[in-house]
């Protein structure tokens, strides 16, 4: 039998950590705390590329092919084959070395390659444990950028360190990693960038309410990156599509799932898909400008001299004022503002509002129940600011 701890003496202990401040905002600005208690990367992860990335739900090749051109047009980087696509993954018979459906995957690849766009396939526990040392050379050779890992065991430290140990095999093979289902992360990431993101939440694909989505900053993303899968489109909803706008900034993921139930199709020239193209998973600045579990939660962050602000409220909606005082001192900034507005003849009732704006100023919200705002600040230059008119600090 073995023990619940399998180690050889002497060895190593894992840490344990408390994190206090004065305000919740405050722990979640700290929450790098965890990932800087891991050791140091000492390998080449220049091949790791961050991005977003489409599911590809059909499992068939003409599919894929117009989401690979939806990904080129919308400025995602990756489209996924989740579970399926060779065969019923949740038995050790599946063979993960062979695609069951008519997928002509060689063909994908090769035109997502050209076009800049790379793959991702799903893999089950299950053939992770039977020949993941044949599966990820395999997958290398084929083209493959990154890896999915489903209903993986996590609750031991048996389970953690295969689970460490894949990662590895995957990094000796450059394939990115994304953990699914009930893995939590513990800062390996620092150690092995490849470990890109993992779920670990009750995300987007259950349909939780606003009020929840308000508590999970302040709970699991403390612990790091959470891949929410956010379902922009689909009916099921129980938040607005500005509170989706918003969660793709406050829900940190340096790969970002955008669309899970989506198909191309669905996209109709709702001009606040903007918002999507031109945000970044990593930043070089993130603040709490305001936030209560349970209440709100409002986040900046900024990546070059861009900043990005998602604001999202609970389920009965409330009234919010942020202060600008992030933004650069005695330069001018075009305030790209996305809101709820059911006067607005789209499916999504996103309204798109354009401003000039500075430090000094403030902004207010009427948020709707299960409501949010998404906020792109650019800077101008000088002559720039005759096009636009200046915010003059009326509620949005």
Same mark, same amino acid.
């Given at each position: ?6 180690? &050889? ?12 401040? @004065?305000?919740?905002?405050?722990? *979640? ?16 992860? $220049?091949? &790791? ?12 090749? @003409? ?9 080129? #047009? ?25 695609? $069951? &459906? ?11 390659? @050209?076009?800049? %766009?790379?793959? =991702? *396939? ?19 050779? =084929? ?15 048996? =389970? ?11 990094? @000796? ?31 987007? #694909? ?23 899968? %956010? ?28 669309? =899970? ?15 999507? +193209? !031109? ?12 936030? #209560? ?20 409220? !609970?389920?009965?909606? $409330? ?5 600008? !005082?992030? *933004? ?13 507005? +059911? ?9 798109? $509002?354009?401003? *000039? ?22 800077? &101008?230059?000088?002559? +720039? ?12």
């Amino acid at each position: 039998m073995y023990d619940v701890v399998d180690v &050889v003496t002497p060895g190593k202990t894992p840490w344990k950590a408390i994190l206090i401040a @004065e305000t919740p905002g405050k722990l *979640l600005d700290n929450n790098d705390m965890i990932l800087n208690l891991n050791q140091d990367c000492t390998l080449d992860f $220049s091949w &790791v590329k961050p991005g977003k990335i489409l599911r590809e739900i059909t499992l068939t090749t @003409e599919n894929a092919i117009e989401c690979i051109d939806f990904c080129v #047009e919308h400025n995602l980087q990756y489209i996924l084959f989740d579970g399926g696509w060779y065969g019923h993954a949740t038995t050790f018979r599946a063979d993960a070395s062979y695609v $069951s &459906v008519p997928i002509d995957l060689a063909k994908v690849i090769a035109y997502g390659k @050209e076009r800049g %766009i790379g793959v =991702w *396939l799903y893999v089950n526990q299950h053939a992770l444990q039977k020949h993941a040392k044949t599966l990820f050379p395999l997958y290398r050779k =084929w083209g493959i950028v990154g890896l999915k890992f489903g209903f993986v065991q996590y609750a031991t430290h048996r =389970w953690s360190v295969w689970m460490h140990d894949l990662v590895k095999l995957a990094a @000796e093979n450059q394939l990115m990693v994304n953990i699914h289902d009930e893995y939590r992360p513990s800062g390996f990431s620092r150690t092995y960038p490849n470990l890109l993101t993992q779920e670990g939440i009750r995300g987007n #694909e259950e349909f939780p309410d606003a009020t929840h989505n308000t508590i999970l900053p302040f709970t699991r993303l403390i612990s790091g990156a959470a891949d929410y899968t %956010i379902c922009y489109y689909d009916k099921r909803l129980k938040t607005t599509h500005a509170h989706q706008l918003a969660a793709s900034v406050i829900f940190y993921s340096p790969l970002q799932t955008l669309f =899970w139930y989506d198909k191309p199709s669905f996209y109709n020239n709702e001009p606040e898909i903007t918002f999507f +193209e !031109n945000l970044p998973t990593v930043f070089d600045d993130s603040t709490v400008l305001l936030g #209560e579990p349970g209440k709100q939660v409002f986040m900046a962050r900024r990546k070059k001299d861009d900043w990005f602000v998602g604001g999202i409220t !609970n389920n009965n909606g $409330s009234n919010e004022i942020i202060t600008l !005082n992030f *933004l650069e001192p005695d330069k001018t900034y075009l305030a790209i503002v996305y809101t709820d507005d +059911e006067n607005e003849r789209t499916s999504t009732h996103v309204k798109c $509002s354009s401003f *000039l704006t500075d430090s000094s100023q403030q902004m207010k919200f009427k948020l709707k129940p299960s409501g949010g705002v998404a906020i792109h600040f650019v800077p &101008v230059m000088r002559g +720039e600011r005759i096009k636009y008119k200046k915010y003059k600090g009326q509620w949005l």
